[in-house]
């Protein structure tokens, strides 16, 4: 059996009205009432729904992560 495994890329949170979020790039995303996020977070968002959330610091090291297996 084999077992696949995906991840998400955070995003940043530049907005954040009522129960939804302006992320970098232009995404607006709807957000759950589980979530709890400041402008600045990162949001791990899947099609059009954030799952997870990270404070700026937990973010950029999940990025800088990411960008060390590319190379």
Known sequence: ???????????KV???KSRSALLEGGQIVKL??????KKGDYLNIIGNIAVGSFSAQE????RQQIKQLNN
């Open 1 to 11: 059996m084999m077992i696949k495994m995906c991840f998400a890329i955070p995003y």
């Open 14 to 16: 530049l907005k954040v």
């Open 32 to 37: 759950g009432q589980e979530i709890k996020i």
């Open 59 to 62: 973010g950029l090291k999940i």
